[in-house]
C-alpha cells in the first residue's frame, strides 16, 4: 500500500541554524500537506501543494513539491524556539482520494 | 465557527473492553477521517468516512470500527481491548476528503489508556 517516508527523525538545531524535513511516497500523489504539532497538542494544518515543482513560502518556511510529485522538504530559516515541535507530511493518493497518509514525522527541538 | 470536538478526552478501560470514542466535525464538513497516534508507529490511518460511508479503510484489525450520521458526527469502536490500543485517537474533518486549499482540521484527540 501507499507508504510516506519522512527524515530525519529527529533534529536539535542552535536557535538561528536553518532546518530541513524530507518527505518521500511511494506513490504518485495528487497532493501533498504539512502540519506541525506541538508538544501535548494536535496535528495543525500549514500548507498544501498540489501542483509539480511547486514552491510555496509563509514566511520562514518554504515548501516544496516534487517534479514527480512524489517527494517535498519544507526548509525553515533560522529557527527560533517557536518552530518547536513535530512536523508531518501527509500525502494524498492520485488514486484515491480521501485517504491521507502521514510520514512518521520530524521532531524538531531548538537551543536558544 | 467550532473547531472539531472529540469525546471523551481522557479514558482508561481494562483489556477485553470494548470502548466508543466521539467525533463532530465542523459544521458543514462531510468527510471525517480516524487516526491513531503513538510514539513508535507515528499518525497511523483507520478509516475514513464520507456521507455515512466508509470511503478507506487503514490496516487495523476487525476490532476497530466505525460509523457516520446523517449530521456528519462520526463514532468510533475498538471491541475486547489490547494493551496495545493504548494511543492518542484523533479525528480529522475535511470539507471536500483532503482536496481543496484547507486541507483537514483535527481535534484535540482522545487518550486511551489499557491496562
Known amino acids: 500500500g501507499q507508504q510516506v517516508m519522512q527524515i530525519p527523525q529527529y533534529q536539535h538545531v542552535q536557535e538561528g541554524e536553518d532546518f530541513t524535513t524530507y518527505c518521500n511516497s511511494s506513490?504518485?500523489?495528487?497532493?501533498i500537506q504539512w502540519y506541525k504539532q506541538r508538544p501535548g497538542g494536535h496535528p495543525v494544518f500549514l500548507i498544501q501543494l498540489v501542483k509539480s515543482g511547486e514552491v510555496k513560502k509563509q514566511k520562514r518556511l518554504t515548501f516544496q513539491f516534487g517534479e514527480a510529485k512524489k517527494n517535498s522538504s519544507l526548509h525553515i530559516t533560522a529557527t527560533q524556539t517557536t518552530d518547536v515541535g513535530t512536523y508531518f507530511c501527509?500525502?494524498?493518493?492520485?488514486?484515491?482520494?480521501?485517504?491521507?497518509?502521514f510520514g512518521q514525522g520530524t521532531t524538531l527541538q531548538v537551543k536558544p | 465557527k467550532a473547531g472539531v470536538t472529540q469525546t471523551p478526552r481522557y479514558l482508561i478501560k481494562t483489556r477485553g473492553q470494548q470502548v466508543t470514542l466521539s467525533c463532530s466535525p465542523i459544521s458543514g464538513h462531510r468527510s471525517v477521517s480516524w487516526y491513531q497516534q503513538t510514539p513508535g508507529q507515528g499518525l497511523q490511518f483507520l478509516f475514513e468516512?464520507?456521507?455515512?460511508?466508509?470511503?478507506n479503510k487503514g490496516n487495523f484489525p476487525g476490532r476497530f470500527s466505525g460509523r457516520q450520521f446523517s449530521n456528519s458526527r462520526s463514532e468510533m469502536n475498538v471491541s475486547t481491548l489490547e494493551l496495545g490500543d493504548s494511543a492518542l485517537y484523533l479525528c480529522?474533518?475535511?470539507?471536500?476528503?483532503?482536496?481543496?486549499?484547507?486541507?483537514?482540521?483535527f481535534g484535540s484527540g482522545t487518550r486511551l489508556t489499557v491496562v
Open positions: 480529522a474533518s475535511s470539507p471536500n476528503r483532503g482536496r481543496g486549499g484547507g486541507g483537514y482540521t
Open positions: 501527509a500525502g494524498l493518493s492520485s488514486g484515491n482520494t480521501g485517504k491521507l497518509i
Open positions: 506513490t504518485t500523489l495528487s497532493n
Open positions: 468516512y464520507f456521507s455515512e460511508t466508509q470511503r
